[in-house]
């Protein structure tokens, strides 16, 4: 016994090994083959084992001798491509380059055009499904699918994704961006007061919006429109006010059900729902709650929309549950014939079954409601840090509304300017240093290898070879981007990324072309060049929106670029909801208020207001400094890229009432 527990003890670690070095020479040798620039890692990135262990790991690679760590060691922290950001790939002298594993083989790449063959060959380089099995909570959906299946969901779920429809997102936006500012500076509008989680209040908006514009839900800004919604609200409906406005049937409101819901959705996504259940934590309680609340909600918002249909009624404007019913083919002769025919006869088999109709309506907010609100607050966190650029912004709007009143605001009218001036300007350069995700996964097709232009050699990658997109760095890539040099040299913004250009910077005036007659740029393209002009350009059945990400009178970089949305036939849906979204909320706040960074940890108002401009100065770059170090080391990802460690606090105030107007 005791022979063959040695001989196993003996043998297991020598197969181990020797597989080992097996795949790790297989891999190599494929990477060779590839044509392409090479880094040896020691472990696979995305292995399970490593993603959960990896940061124990990485503290011991650490005290490792740079001689033996330092060509791999950036490249197997799991969120390398947002710390480091451009800065490998210029070390390394190209913009695509494989890391090389006994685990498997991964190509990176921060190259424009490479990213554009990439996303255009859509057949070639499908999307990596079984890495969105997270999001099939409560059924398949657009996100999770690709081929045939894809296309059936894309078919179905992109009707509502017009420009018809946007106008009730513009209205929505607005009335919500209203009722957000009036909680920040209150009823009498005077302002000036700390608020120090813009964040939550942004997701709130966008979840007011998406659900309102969404599924008809309309919510109520607590202790804002108690008291002022017949001055702040338009449109029809009941509202939902808080969390002692829970139905019967529930244990939580609508509101607390989805918020909480989104707030703990890692623990749903990583644990079975019946473990879920039995946990006896607190935050694991609640996540089991809200899901459990949330999926009630939706049911009784998808009868609702079945017994109208078959009521014969129809709600105007966007209607994303209504979109999914009919595209699964409920109709009401279908749902008459359902009551009225026996089992025996049976009914025609809907398009989309309801567990893929609540799974769709769950991603568009999941993936809807966080874009648009991390847009909107870092925007804010920007232009409170570049006070420049902020005012430009004020000029533009001042001299596009001439004060009108919001309720004269019009979408056809005001959206175009938005979306072609400085608010479009300020929404893209955001976008860029902050995209949504930072790395869009893509793979080869399993039948066949691949090949591709890289920096005009041809390469060719293995089935089954993992891609990611890395859009912090392409958006960092000075061959796509105009830039000058670093505006302070001595103090970067980012330690090693992009040290001899302004790329780290936000600039939203590089955007801006100038009014001679356009032409192409060294690093990218004038309004005409390589873009259709058309804001809502679509191909095919799938209403895939083929148009640029930023109005014809911006610059437009190369395709492949500048994928905040991602492009192709796999590009966001619900692009242009998002940007309907921020810009009506950056025009409603920057109209009337400015943003400050709040100094409360430096100096208190009555310190402020009796300090000379250095002194101002001073306290403004402490409280500066800070807010630019939370954006650098705060950042992580679960869904979408956001700010999850601490937070920057900012005040509103009136226009010609700023503290730190000298800057």
């Known amino acids: 016994m005791v022979s063959l527990l040695t001989l196993a003890l003996t043998v297991l670690p020598a197969l181990y090994i020797y597989n080992y070095y097996r795949c790790f020479a297989r891999n190599l040798a494929a990477a060779k083959a590839s044509n392409l620039t090479y880094v040896i890692v020691p472990v696979y990135l995305f292995n399970r084992v490593w993603l959960f262990t990896f940061f124990i790991w990485l503290r011991v690679f650490s005290k490792l001798s740079p001689r033996w760590s330092e060509s791999w060691i950036d490249y197997v922290d799991p969120e390398w491509t947002w710390k480091h950001l451009y800065a490998p790939f210029k070390k390394l002298g190209v913009d695509t380059f494989l890391t090389v594993s006994p685990g498997g083989n991964m190509l990176w790449c921060a190259e424009a055009s490479a990213i554009s063959q990439i996303t255009t060959r859509r057949n070639d380089f499908p999307k990596p499904i079984e890495i969105y099995e ?146 006896p934590f607190k935050t694991t309680q609640k996540a089991y709650e809200s899901y459990i609340e949330w999926d009630r909600y939706m049911k009784e918002i998808y009868a609702a929309k079945k017994a109208e249909m078959l009521a014969g009624e129809e709600r105007q404007g966007m209607d994303l549950m209504g979109a999914l019913v009919k595209g699964a083919g409920i109709t009401p002769e279908t749902l008459g014939a359902s009551q009225s025919l026996d089992k025996s006869h049976g009914v025609p088999k809907p398009a989309l079954t309801d567990d893929e109709i609540l799974g769709n309506a769950f991603v568009f907010i999941l993936a809807g409601h966080e874009t648009a609100a991390n847009s909107i607050h870092f925007s804010l966190l920007y232009l409170a840090l570049n006070l420049k650029s902020q005012r430009r912004l004020q000029e533009d709007l001042d001299s596009h509304f001439h004060n009108r009143s919001i309720s004269e605001w019009d979408y056809e009218r005001d959206l175009p300017h938005l979306f072609g001036g400085m608010a479009g300007a300020v929404l893209a350069e955001e976008l860029r240093l902050v995209p949504p995700v930072i790395n869009i996964p893509k793979k080869t097709s399993a039948t066949s290898p691949q090949a591709f232009v890289v920096d005009g050699k041809k390469v060719q990658l293995q089935p089954n070879t993992p891609i990611s997109l890395v859009t912090a760095a392409v958006h960092r890539n000075p061959k796509h981007w105009p830039h000058g040099p670093p505006t302070d040299p001595q103090h970067p913004l980012h330690p090693e990324s992009n040290l001899d250009n302004d790329l780290e910077e936000f600039k939203p005036e590089r955007w801006l072309l100038d009014s001679s007659p ?35 009178s911006l610059f437009h970089p190369p395709r492949g670029a500048y994928i905040p949305f991602s492009e192709g036939y796999r590009a966001c849906l619900g692009r242009r909801f998002a940007q309907v979204e921020v810009l009506a909320v950056l025009a409603v706040i920057f109209t009337q208020y400015s943003v400050e960074l709040a100094v409360d940890d430096f100096a208190t108002d009555q310190e402020v207001a009796a300090m000379n401009n250095d002194r101002k100065r001073e306290v403004w770059g402490q409280a500066a400094a800070r807010a630019e170090e939370l954006m650098r080391s705060g950042m992580g990802t679960i869904i979408t890229l956001q700010m999850r460690h601490g937070s920057v606090p900012l005040r509103f105030v009136r226009r010609g009432e700023e503290r730190f107007d000298f800057l």
């Open 134 to 279: 997270s999001v099939d909570l409560f059924g398949k959906n657009v996100v999770s699918t690709e081929g045939a299946v894809w296309r059936h969901h894309r078919k179905i779920t992109s009707p509502p994704f017009t420009e018809k429809n946007n106008h009730l997102v513009w209205a929505e936006s607005l009335h919500q961006a209203q009722c957000m500012l009036t909680s920040w500076v209150g009823s009498d509008g005077i302002g000036n007061k700390t608020v120090g989680k813009v964040a939550d209040d942004t997701m709130r908006l966008s979840l007011h919006v998406i659900s309102r514009a969404g599924f008809g839900k309309r919510l109520l800004w607590p202790g804002v429109e108690d008291i002022s919604e017949d001055e702040l609200a338009e449109g029809q409906g009941s509202g939902e006010r808080g969390r002692s406005d829970i139905p019967d049937g529930h244990t939580m409101s609508y509101t607390d059900a989805l918020g909480t819901l989104l707030h703990q959705i890692l623990w749903v996504m990583i644990l079975p729902t019946w473990l879920l259940s039995k946990l």
């Open 518 to 552: 356009a032409k192409p740029t060294t690093n990218g393209h004038a309004h005409g060049h390589g873009h259709q002009d058309t804001d809502n350009a679509e191909t095919d059945d799938l209403g895939v929106n083929t148009a640029a990400d930023t109005a014809a």
